[in-house]
């Protein structure tokens, strides 16, 4: 089983940034690490979940949805079990939920790959 928990979402106004984390707990850590990728997706009203980001707990090229490459970036803590999400430069655009999950398929930006996600945190950007 594994747990996923987000935070850090909130207001902001266009420009500015914001950092959310994805706390891990069960088999996405300790000997299992290795092999799970961490996802950053959002969705927005009305609209289909979409891929942000993701990265693989052992390493290599994180990957990027085009439309945040160079304004957002995910980094992991192997030590803390966390995934973040450093978003600058923000747009009311990437106004959603945001929701962190967790998936075996390396690097996925497939949503229906993922097997566990958090709860979601709210990013409102204003304009």
């Known amino acids: 089983q594994v747990k996923l928990v987000e935070s850090g979402g909130g207001l902001v106004q266009a420009g500015g940034s914001l950092r959310l984390s994805c706390a891990a707990s069960g088999r996405a850590t300790g000997s299992y690490t290795g092999s799970y990728t961490m996802g950053w997706f959002r969705q927005a009203p009305g609209k289909e979940r979409e891929f942000v980001a993701s990265?693989?707990?052992?390493?290599?090229?994180?990957s990027y949805q085009d439309s945040v490459k160079g304004r957002f970036t995910i980094s992991r803590d192997n030590a803390k079990n966390t995934v973040y999400l450093q978003m600058n430069s923000l747009k009311p655009e990437d106004t959603a939920i945001y929701y962190c999950g967790a998936t075996t398929y390396y690097n996925s930006r497939n949503s229906r790959t993922y097997a566990y996600w958090g709860q979601g945190t709210q990013v409102t950007v204003s304009s």
């Open positions: 990265i693989n707990w052992s390493g290599g090229t994180p």
